[in-house]
């Protein structure tokens, strides 16, 4: 399953590049929002995988049972995916004033910051 | 002091402070958020200032959050390099959120300006004294959104456009760094930095590593604004407030290299001549093009931006030569460099307030004018240029006799040249914005008056910074000899590395 | 280039608002006090030091690079020294009546002052790097003085050349005191061995280094062109400047350096070659000046031309004339600046056509001038005529084209005859009287006293020779010679080989004054057709400069995000592909780690098809479900492999980000309305995604390939309950192993609130209507308090369970988001019971409280504190724990829940 989640991360990559080269800021944000889950299975599958069991421990053990899943990239994961998130609702926030102050979403016609001398 | 207390307060500060000013503020009280800021940033100063003597006095300092011992916990660590650039980074915070009383609309402060301003500062601190690869993406993040949201807050137009040039690209070499950290703990196992150092001696896999290194240098690169990954910062530098921008200036880009410094000093030292070959390369080619970058510009910030990039390459080229001289060099230019470059802000502000734009050819008459801006101007500027006895001489000096030693002629004499083309580039700010007379008359130099409270906001911290740059230009030595130890530690990082791990081999 | 007019202007223009009293005048005297000083300690150190004992001291300044503030007094920089003081005195008693009233008088002489410690720090100075320090600072200061009447364009201009070309040639010096620094192990001038430097493979490098320096400051050919334009100074700066001190430094550092750099070819033909092209240059364009000034600063390019033609040999005599030559240029071209700078003053212009016969109106400014041109001109018995016969014989005792050397050297002293005639008679004689102003006549005292005086002595010492041959140019002579020497100057040498030369030189001098006309009508045909001038070639390279900048930056930095993101991509996956090719690190994994399953493979590939929907479709709708798709499908790859809360939360943020984007895309544009990118841009971007995506995945299956080191996860599960007393495992590392990373992950949720809300709330605040419909109102009021209360369940039991402060904010905010979408914000707003972004700083200073807790009980930030109610020991049962990392994640819960909710508030409420 490995090799399978690093193609996934790969396919994901590549489309959100795709995504994030596009014009419309739109799309940058869909690509962004994949390149998320790509670095997530990258991070998840660098831990390696396990068959299932989740990283808790029984009541009465003081560790878990056989193996359990790498807790570790777990955490970052989660720790990950939560900034990702304040990190993209801020984007779209932007991507949203940009559009009603600047009347685009198209980055080839915004020229106020640069392409000409005035600010 | 603890060392605990020392290592964890220049990151606590700031985030109480955070919390206080944008309660205080909300609560009503228009002025308590910049006294919470002037005072947290004081307070920052002081503790960073024991912290600094610390490390000087007793080697590097170390603690283990929530005691959990290395490398299972997040160890947060000073060596001289991370204490010097806390010290740097409370000092130019101080100096800036004075400046900001006088700069910061109400408006902007109502959305919680001074708040968002000490996360920043936080996340720069963080980042400079942990000593775990993902605590340091953290920081990374923390810094990131706080800088987004200075860059954007009060919204003008010209700010939401740089602004989303800012946030795309910086989007992009945080998920890069992400991702690149996953990979090398996929590797090793491992996240923290010091045991990245010891466990990397026995991953047999060296071709790997050196690619995970370039990948992390790429994420760096970004944040570094290296060529070719700088554009985001010209994009939008100059959009800000001048507050925003000077702190912009003077540290986010250094986060950047100092990440650099320190992956490529502890941790990727496998494949030297690889690794800071590209470095060298990487940091001719910023020195050139950042500098012809800024001879294009004719607006006063602008030109200031594409120099940070040019001297981003001069820090590069200390790491990428990597000799003590060297790397004495590097970390005495990331210090002079703040100073530096917040302080050129802050005038370059000051001088639009006085003209009324930032742009050369509406502005002028200054020198006859205010006699005193043009010398608080040409302090900075001079110093930035290269000049003695001012801090950037003493830096470009380093670096060049580094490089001399080694033989490596090419980086330096791109070191030279671009110093004179930075000459040239600062020197037309100098004769548009000072000898040039205003195309309105002198009438229009002045025009709108300041306060006295805001003129003692606006020039205190530029005076204090501009002492600096003069003290460490005519006193050297105890920066000099700061920056060698700093330099001895990275290359010989065997007391950072005991002092994270502790007993374990 | 003259530009006497615009000079002149200026002081009369600032003169009304003249702010000091006497018009400035006594800071004339004051500040002719210091030099004064100087110049009398250091004539009282000339019998120590002509005696060849050298005066040193020495203070260490940056001990780690080997710099110290080192200075040392030897022959050669005492005659320097006392130039640059002693005509200092005379200067500065000048300028203060000369500026008289002008309204920078202040910063004149400060800059004047400044420039002249400058000065005297370099010739003093013993320190390789003390030495180039003080050279830059006479680059800087100098360029204030030239540009010091800055309302001038060309002044500015003037004065950025001057920056410019000395600064230039200052970082080559660098470079190269630096090497010779590093060949001989020293930075101290005088303790530099010669045999190292010269047997150094790097000589030629140092010398050419050395030389750029000095040519560019002592304006040698070809870059002399900026020290006549450098005339748009005011005329004291360029009696100062550019006769007696600066322009010398080149000179002083090519004597200083001759002993370790001197002898070698290179250094010899360089000197020979660049010092006789400059001299015979500066004489033939300062024929063609009209301006008298561009006069003197074409004579000055031709006797520093001269001098470092004398500098190539070694030979005593030589030397011997290059030092005494510059002392007299120094006496006479002082004096005669300061003359043109009173004719310019008194009679109103400094155009040689627009003088003469006023010796009678100014007798004594003529007689100055007059005594300083004969000395110019090189008759007896002047010193000047001492300096050229010397010269004469120097040239003629040089190791390289001595015969040439002399030749140039005859026809540019004839000039100098030519231009002395042009200065001291045109001006002065003659029957008709040519003026500007009305009444022309001598000036102050203050102002003749100097240019009277510094004449007097070139007479003075030609009559009197001995007076400066022993104790000052002999010991300079010593020092640039590295050894004994000895000097005698006379004013007759008998009938030899220079003495036909000098009446050679006369000859031709006076036939050149004779036929003035014609030779300058010569002389201008010949460079109208000169293909190329240096002034020329600085206005290409600056032009190309300007244009190769704007170029780059077109290029670079063009403004196109698309471009910089494609960029910025494209090297980094470039780079890594690289390098992951060159290096040899590509691997494949072991098979079946865990094996294949088809649930896997299908949620993947759904994945990966949810993927190619956002890629391809051209419907938001359609873009924001396959977005949720690809989520969930991750999701369930992450609960297949037992992350069940990493699951958890990529649900629930899934479901965040959908109901984001779905309220926040129906007021953006269609993604129909931005134009598809063209075929080559769909080429490159499909190039660098395939890149991308291949880098991804290949450096990952190389990673895959090696062994894992489980040690720091082995530590987690034996420590997690024992230790953390925590089952759940991935939630202790959260709020208690690596709490820090958890605290610092909240605050970039806090301030993406608070960001995203001050985006939101930018424009004004209409709340949306509520969703009209009872049933599901009443239902969604149901539902939120259901989903609050199940939220604190959540996160009181994810220290050992699935769950934690995330997990339950995020169940809350959904909670809240209901309500807010069926009844209005405002209600929402109440039941939340504070403003979002309170509750999220709150949060955050909860989570900061309980960090600190652990360091105010004595341990780390972060650790810890616990306390068990009611616990029973023997059967393993602990209690109710409560602990700081349960306030700790109360903290998360909140700045989640506030966040979370500022930006939906902020969405809902924006117009």
């Known amino acids: 399953m490995d090799v399978v989640l690093a193609l996934l991360a790969g396919v994901l990559a590549a489309a959100s590049v795709w995504l994030m080269l596009d014009r419309s800021l739109v799309r940058f944000l869909f690509g962004l929002a994949l390149l998320g889950n790509a670095a997530n299975l990258v991070i998840f599958a660098s831990g390696r995988l396990t068959e299932g069991a989740p990283a808790l421990i029984a009541k009465g053990a003081a560790a878990p049972e056989g193996d359990v899943s790498n807790a570790l990239p777990q955490a970052l994961i989660l720790t990950a995916i939560v900034i990702s998130f304040g990190l993209f609702a801020f984007a779209l926030s932007l991507v949203h004033r940009a559009h009603k102050d600047l009347g685009t979403t198209d980055s080839e016609t915004l020229t106020i910051a640069e392409g000409s001398d005035r600010t | ?505 | 280039m003259g530009n006497g007019t615009l000079e002149t202007a200026a002081p009369t223009e600032a003169r009304s608002r003249n702010r000091f009293r006497d018009g400035g005048r006594w800071m004339g005297f004051a500040s002719a006090v210091p030099p004064a000083l100087v110049a009398a300690w250091l004539l009282s150190l000339l019998p120590r030091v002509s005696e060849g004992r050298p005066v040193l001291w020495a203070v260490d300044w940056a001990p780690t690079l080997g710099v110290s503030l080192a200075f040392r007094i030897d022959g050669l920089a005492l005659l320097f020294g006392l130039l640059v003081s002693g005509i200092g005195v005379v200067i500065m008693l000048y300028a203060g009546s000369y500026l008289k009233g002008h309204v920078h008088l202040g910063r004149f002489f400060l800059y004047m002052t400044a420039f002249m410690f400058s000065m005297l720090g370099l010739v003093l100075a013993d320190d390789a790097v003390a030495l180039f320090v003080f050279w830059e600072l006479t680059t800087v200061t100098s360029f204030l003085l030239i540009g010091f009447t800055h309302t001038d364009p060309k002044s500015r201009r003037n004065a950025l050349q001057a920056l410019l070309l000395t600064g230039g040639g200052g970082l080559a010096l660098l470079a190269g005191l630096l090497l010779m620094g590093l060949e001989s192990g020293t930075l101290r001038l005088s303790a530099m061995d010669p045999v190292l430097i010269q047997g150094s493979a790097l000589l030629p490098g140092i010398i050419v280094l050395v030389l750029l320096g000095c040519f560019t400051k002592s304006a040698q050919f070809p870059f002399h062109f900026w020290l006549p334009n450098a005339m748009s100074a005011p005329t004291p700066v360029s009696a100062y400047l550019h006769s007696a001190t600066m322009v010398k430094a080149g000179i002083y550092l090519l004597a200083r350096l001759s002993p370790t750099l001197g002898g070698d070819p290179l250094w010899v033909w360089s000197l020979t070659v660049a010092g006789a092209l400059t001299a015979v240059i500066g004489a033939a364009w300062a024929l063609r000046q009209t301006d008298l000034k561009q006069m003197l600063a074409w004579t000055t390019v031709m006797a520093l031309g001269a001098l470092t033609l004398l500098l190539a040999g070694s030979a005593p005599i030589s030397l011997a004339a290059a030092m005494t030559f510059l002392v007299v240029h120094a006496l006479y071209k002082a004096t005669l600046f300061m003359v043109v700078g009173i004719l310019d003053h008194e009679a109103g212009t400094r155009e040689r056509d627009k003088l003469a016969g006023l010796a009678r109106a100014m007798p004594l400014t003529a007689a100055a001038a007059v005594l300083a041109a004969f000395s110019m001109g090189g008759f007896p018995p002047f010193l000047g005529f001492i300096g050229k016969e010397l010269k004469y014989e120097g040239a003629l005792a040089l190791v390289a084209a001595p015969g040439v050397a002399a030749f140039g050297l005859v026809l540019a002293s004839a000039g100098m005859v030519a231009v002395a005639g042009m200065i001291a008679i045109d001006p002065f004689f003659g029957r008709q009287r040519k003026s500007v102003s009305a009444r022309p006549h001598d000036p102050p005292k203050s102002m003749l006293a100097g240019p009277l005086l510094l004449a007097g002595l070139g007479l003075a010492f030609g009559l009197a020779p001995g007076v400066i041959s022993g104790p000052l140019v002999q010991p300079a002579v010593t020092s640039v010679l590295g050894g004994p020497a000895t000097v005698k100057l006379a004013l007759w040498h008998g009938i030899n080989l220079p003495l036909v030369l000098s009446i050679a030189t006369f000859t031709l001098g006076v036939l050149f004054y004779i036929f003035r006309t014609p030779v300058v009508a010569g002389l201008n045909a010949f460079v109208g057709r000169l293909p190329m001038t240096g002034e020329r070639a600085y206005d290409g390279w600056l032009a190309g400069l300007k244009a190769l900048a704007a170029w780059q930056t077109r290029i670079l930095q063009g403004g196109h995000l698309r471009v910089y993101m494609a960029t910025t991509l494209g090297a980094v996956v470039a780079l890594t592909l690289f390098t992951l090719f060159w290096a040899d690190a590509l691997a494949l994994p072991a098979a079946g780690s865990p094996s294949l399953s088809i649930l896997g493979v299908t949620v993947a590939v759904t994945a990966a098809a949810g993927a190619a929907i956002v890629v391809t479709t051209r419907s938001r709708l359609a873009a924001i479900g396959a977005l949720g798709i690809v989520g969930t499908a991750v999701a369930v790859l992450f609960l297949m492999h037992g992350a069940v809360d990493v699951a958890t939360t990529q649900f629930l943020v899934e479901t965040l980000v959908v109901v984001l984007l779905a309220a926040a895309l129906v007021r953006l544009p269609r993604l129909t309305q931005t134009p598809r990118r063209n075929r080559r841009a769909r080429l490159r971007d499909g190039i660098l995604s395939v890149g991308a995506g291949l880098t991804v995945t290949l450096v990952m299956l190389a990673v895959l390939a090696e062994p894992f080191d489980r040690r720091v996860t082995d530590f987690f599960e034996a420590a997690a309950w024992p230790e953390a007393f925590g089952r759940n495992i991935v939630n202790v590392i959260l709020v208690d192993f690596r709490a820090l990373d958890t605290f610092g992950e909240i605050a970039v949720v806090a301030v993406a609130g608070m960001g995203a809300y001050a985006l939101l709330k930018g424009g004004m605040a209409v709340p949306k209507q509520p969703i009209e419909s009872l049933i599901l109102r009443t239902a969604t009021r149901g539902l939120a308090a259901l989903l609050a209360v199940f939220a604190v369940f959540m996160l009181l039991r994810g220290h050992n369970d699935p769950g934690g402060g995330f997990i339950a904010g995020l169940i809350a905010a959904t909670g809240f988001t209901l309500l807010a979408l069926a009844h209005g914000v405002g209600l929402a707003r109440q039941a939340l019971g504070g403003a979002p972004r309170i509750v999220a700083l709150s949060g955050l200073g909860i989570a900061l409280l309980s960090g600190l807790a652990g360091a105010l009980a004595g341990g780390a930030p972060f650790e810890g504190l616990w306390l068990f109610l009611g616990g029973d020991p023997a059967a393993g049962d602990k209690g109710i724990p409560l602990s700081t990392v349960l306030v700790f994640d109360i903290g998360v819960f909140l700045v989640v829940v506030g966040s979370v909710l500022a930006i939906v508030f902020g969405l809902e409420e924006e117009a």
Not at chain 2, 31 to 55: D, E, H, I, K
Not at chain 2, 78 to 99: C, E, K, N, R
Not at chain 2, 359 to 372: C, S, T
């Open chain 2, 1 to 505: 002091m603890s060392a605990a207390w020392l290592l964890f307060l220049p990151i606590a500060l700031p985030f109480a402070g955070a919390v206080l000013a944008f309660i205080a503020g909300r609560a009503g009280d228009r002025r308590a958020p910049q006294w919470v800021n002037v005072g947290t940033t004081a307070l920052m100063t002081l503790v960073s200032l024991l912290l600094l003597s610390a490390v000087w006095r007793d080697g590097p300092q170390a603690i283990q959050m929530g005691g959990w011992a290395a490398p299972f916990g997040i160890t947060l660590v000073a060596d001289i390099l991370g204490a010097v650039m806390v010290v740097i980074t409370a000092l130019s915070g101080l100096a800036v959120a004075v400046y900001a009383m006088a700069d910061i609309d109400e408006g902007r402060a109502k959305l919680g300006w001074h708040a968002l301003y000490l996360v920043l500062l936080a996340g720069v601190t963080g980042a400079f004294l942990t000593g775990d690869l993902f605590n340091l993406y953290v920081w990374f993040e923390v810094m990131l959104i706080a800088s987004f949201c200075l860059l954007v807050l009060g919204g003008d137009k010209a700010q939401l456009d740089g602004g989303l040039r800012y946030v795309a690209l910086n989007l992009v070499a945080t998920v890069m760094f992400l991702m690149a950290i996953g990979l090398l703990y996929g590797l090793t196992g491992t996240l923290n930095m010091a045991d990245l150092h010891v466990t990397l001696k026995t991953v047999d896999a060296p071709g790997l590593v050196t690619t995970i290194a370039v990948l992390f240098l790429g994420a760096f690169g970004i944040k570094s604004a290296v060529f070719p990954l700088f554009f985001w910062l010209p994009a939008s530098y100059h959009v800000p407030p001048v507050a925003v921008s000077a702190i912009f200036a003077a540290l986010l880009t250094k986060v950047g290299v100092y990440a650099l410094i320190r992956l490529f000093t502890l941790v990727f030292t496998a494949d030297v001549d690889y690794t800071h070959g590209i470095l060298l390369v990487i940091a001719g080619a910023t020195m050139v093009t950042g500098v012809l970058g800024a001879a294009a510009q004719n607006q006063v910030r602008k030109i200031l931006s594409f120099h940070i990039i040019s001297q981003i390459g001069y820090m590069v080229m200390g790491l990428a030569l990597y000799t003590p001289l060297a790397l004495l060099g590097a970390v005495f230019y990331l210090v002079h460099h703040i100073i530096v470059k917040a302080n050129l802000f802050l005038v370059g502000g000051v001088a639009k307030r006085i003209t009324g734009s930032f742009e050369l050819d509406r502005i002028g008459g200054l020198y006859k004018a205010k006699p005193w801006l043009a010398v608080l101007f040409l302090i900075p500027a001079l110093s930035l240029a290269g000049i003695p006895p001012l801090s950037g001489f003493w830096a470009k000096l380093v670096l060049i006799e580094a490089s001399l030693e080694v033989e490596a002629w090419v980086i330096a004499g791109v070191a030279l040249v671009v110093g004179l083309l930075t000459v040239f580039s600062m020197s037309k700010i100098w004769l548009e914005a000072f000898w040039k007379p205003h195309p309105d008359g002198d009438a229009a130099v002045g025009a709108v008056a300041l306060t006295r409270g805001e003129t003692v906001a606006l020039v205190a911290p530029i005076v204090l910074l501009a002492s600096i740059t003069v003290i460490i230009g005519l006193a050297p030595q105890p920066f000099l000899d700061l920056a060698a130890r700093s330099a001895q530690e990275l290359l010989a990082p065997e007391a950072y590395v005991r002092v994270v791990l502790g007993g374990l081999p």
